[in-house]
């Protein structure tokens, strides 16, 4: 079992950027496809980006995809979202997420392990 710490929330002005982290507790980090999703409020959880194990793929959302780069360091156990021109859209509650899965899964249901997520807020 894996535990997920996220980190690098905040307010942001629209077009800014921001950098999350999000820090595992185990060793055996690099057993898993690690995504991001995010919250809107009011609305339902969405995948944002998701990374393979060994980070040779990275599959992203349209409304991010252009403007974000996910990344891990399976060394350090930690995984990074950046997204950069935010827009007020893009606020929400950010959450990583770890899967045992097939590839990189864009669907929730297939990440088991999910960290307890961090506020993101673009506004002037």
């Known amino acids: 079992q894996v535990q997920l710490v996220e980190s690098g929330g905040g307010l942001v002005q629209p077009g800014g950027s921001l950098r999350l982290s999000c820090k595992g507790s185990?060793?055996?980090?690099?057993?898993?496809?690690l995504g991001w999703f995010r919250q809107p409020p009011g609305k339902e959880r969405e995948f944002v980006a998701g990374?393979?194990?060994?980070?040779?793929?990275?599959i992203f959302a349209d409304s991010v995809k252009g403007r974000s780069t996910i990344s891990r360091n399976n060394a350090e156990a930690t995984v990074y979202l950046q997204v950069g021109s935010l827009k007020p859209g893009d606020t929400g509650v950010y959450y990583c997420?770890?899967?045992?899965?097939?590839?990189?899964?864009?669907?929730?249901?297939?990440?088991?392990?999910w960290g307890q997520g961090t506020q993101v807020t673009v506004s002037s």
């Open positions: 185990q060793r055996t980090f690099s057993r898993y496809a």
């Open positions: 997420a770890a899967s045992t899965g097939i590839g990189v899964p864009r669907k929730s249901s297939e990440y088991g392990y």
């Open positions: 990374i393979s194990r060994s980070e040779t793929s990275t």
